[in-house]
């Protein structure tokens, strides 16, 4: 298992689902939307519309893509 990283901040979070170890699958605050006290993610930085992010519980790291903000001109013709 990872190291949490040296730069993860527990008051920059994101609440998105883990990849690897799902452990907000039967949260039922989780699953309606809300922002669970427990199933949180470290906020590493981001780049565009891309959240760069560590797992608390099985210390994952992973790019999510949250295509907010995400338009991209359309190239002249």
């Given at each position: 298992?990872l190291?949490?990283d040296p730069?993860?901040?527990?008051g920059?979070r994101a609440?998105i689902?883990?990849?690897?170890?799902r452990?907000?699958r039967h949260c039922?605050?989780?699953?309606?939307g809300?922002?669970c006290?427990?199933h949180?993610?470290?906020?590493l930085?981001?780049?565009?519309?891309?959240?760069?992010?560590?797992?608390p519980?099985?210390a994952?790291l992973?790019?999510h893509?949250?295509?907010?903000?995400?338009?991209?001109?359309r190239?002249f013709?």
């Amino acid at each position: 298992m990872l190291p949490i990283d040296p730069t993860a901040d527990i008051g920059r979070r994101a609440w998105i689902a883990c990849p690897h170890c799902r452990d907000d699958r039967h949260c039922g605050e989780c699953r309606s939307g809300r922002n669970c006290r427990d199933h949180w993610r470290y906020l590493l930085g981001t780049t565009g519309s891309v959240l760069h992010v560590q797992c608390p519980g099985c210390a994952h790291l992973w790019d999510h893509e949250t295509h907010f903000g995400a338009a991209r001109p359309r190239p002249f013709h």
